[in-house]
Structures are given as C-alpha cells and as structure tokens.
C-alpha cells in the first residue's frame, strides 16, 4: 500500500513537469494501463490531475487550491489574532472566525466572551458550523461563485432547527441575495433559539471572500438588534483584517474628488456598513 501511495505521488509530481500519456503514467505506477486509466480517473475527479484535448494528464487545481487553503488558513489566523481579540475587548461578545475548509464552514479561532461563564456557547474550534443556519454559514455562501455554492446545498438536507431557520432552497437563495448585497448577514435563532450572531466577510488580495468574523451571544445577554448596534466595529475588525491580507479596495472618488480607498465605502462587491436590517 505504501509503495502505491509513493507512486501516485510520483505520477502526481511528473504530472506538474510536463504532461504525461496513460503509457507513462501505467510505467510510473507499474502497473497496467487499465489499472492506470482507473488511478487516473480517480485522481482527475479529486482534481489533482487534469485531462487535456490531446488526452494527456497534467497537474489539477485540486493540490493548488489545498496549498492556499493550508496557507491561508495558518495566515488568517495569525493576522487575525490580535483584531479579533481587540473586538471581544470593545463588544464584550464572543468572537468567532470561521471559513470554509473543504465542503465544510469551520471555525478557526474563537474568543470566549467572560459573560459566557456559566452558559457556554456550543462552538469551539475545528468544529464545523451550519451551512445555511448560522450567520457565518451563510456570509460565506452569499459570495461563493454559483457554480461552488450549487456544489455545496447539493449535499444539504434542510431541516427546520427553529421557527427562523431559511429551511429551503429558495428562502435560502433570497436571503443570500441579501446579504450579498449589504455585506454582512446575522443568525436570529436559526439554529439553537437562544444564540444570536452578526457576521462580516474578510477578504483576500484578490478580494476574494475567504472567511467570515461574527459577534455572537444569548439572547438573554443581548439581542440581535444589540448586536447589531456593533456592526460599525464588526465591520472595521474584518476590514483590518482583510488588510492584513493584502486587500485594497477599488479606488473611487472621495467628496473632494480625490481617490477614497476606504474599504468601508460602498460598491458594486464591497462591504456594506449600513447597519439597516
């Protein structure tokens, strides 16, 4: 099993050299070239090989996109640290950071708010997140592109946790247009009745959405409308963050004619500061 494994790393490795024929890729894994072609196929659907026109293999995006992921997330976290503890320090609310890692939105870090000495939030890290029920979920879904968030609700059964839960597809799909279009989304019970959440996106170099920060507490602590009367400073900690990142905001005209870079500013895809709704 061993020696299998070395081999299609191998095949893996010359396949990011130049491209290989299923000839030479049954000779790198000796084996036969049915054998091969199944290796292959297997490989090509995890997107770690690629087939061309001309029916030869080359490196897929699969092991790139793992590289950033790995990267990214150690990254985040570190640039994050210290913005995300700051705003627990400002809001007196448990600080979430969550982002997706595979078919799964995963927190990342989190810092506990010492309201939640005797009640405890169910959140920790590494532990995945509701993909359609909580307010980081859906943030990272509004900005996927259509194609990755068919991908990811094509796997979700909907189940109704509250009498707030967005439980279909088509709920769902209107909610997502929403928070797309301000830049920030919140969790009014969907999942557990009692937890609220308010949730901003962080942005990479690219000014790709990559993650998502949210302020969270009971609602005995205080109420969605409470937690959204932070939004300015939710908003400002994921800004901070994303230029962290190496994200610039397009530049667009100030008042006084000159370049406004502010990432807070309004655009076609920016990050809404309005705290309406």
């Known amino acids: 099993m061993s020696q299998s494994i070395r081999r299609a790393i191998d095949l893996i490795r010359r ?25 292959l196929q297997t490989l090509e659907s995890a997107r770690f090989v690629r087939r061309t026109g001309a029916g030869t293999y080359v490196l897929g995006s699969g092991l790139i996109e793992l590289s950033e992921l790995a990267l990214g997330s150690m990254d985040l976290r570190q640039f994050a640290a210290p913005h995300l503890r700051a ?3 400002e809001t007196s609310h448990t600080v979430h950071l969550a982002q997706l890692t595979g078919d799964e939105i995963v927190y990342i870090d989190k810092v ?8 405890k939030l169910p959140s920790r890290i590494g532990r995945a997140v509701s993909i359609y029920a909580s307010a980081v979920g859906k ?27 967005f439980a279909d597809r088509d709920s769902l799909e209107a909610e997502l247009a929403r928070i797309h279009e301000r830049g920030w989304a919140t969790d009014n019970g969907e999942h557990d009745a009692y937890v609220m959440c308010v949730a901003a996106p962080i942005r990479d170099s690219r000014g790709r959405v990559i993650a998502a920060t949210s302020i969270t507490a009971i609602e005995v602590i205080a109420s969605l409308d409470e937690l959204k009367a932070n939004l300015p400073l939710l908003l400002e900690t994921a800004n901070q963050i994303s230029r962290e990142l190496g994200y610039a905001p397009p530049a667009s005209p100030g008042p006084d004619g000159s370049d406004d870079r502010s990432i807070d500013r309004r655009g076609s895809d920016e990050v809404g500061a309005s705290p309406q709704g």
Do not use: M, N, W
Request: hydrophobic content about 45%.
């Open 112 to 119: 506990d708010s010492p309201a939640f000495d005797a009640v």
């Open 87 to 89: 705003l627990q320090r």
């Open 15 to 39: 396949s990011a050299e130049h491209p290989l024929s299923l000839t030479e890729a049954a000779d790198v894994l000796g084996v036969h070239k049915s054998t091969a072609l199944r290796i």
């Open 139 to 165: 943030l990272i879904l509004a900005y996927l592109p259509p194609e990755e968030r068919d991908r990811l609700l094509s796997h979700v059964v909907f189940e109704r946790f509250t009498d707030t839960t």
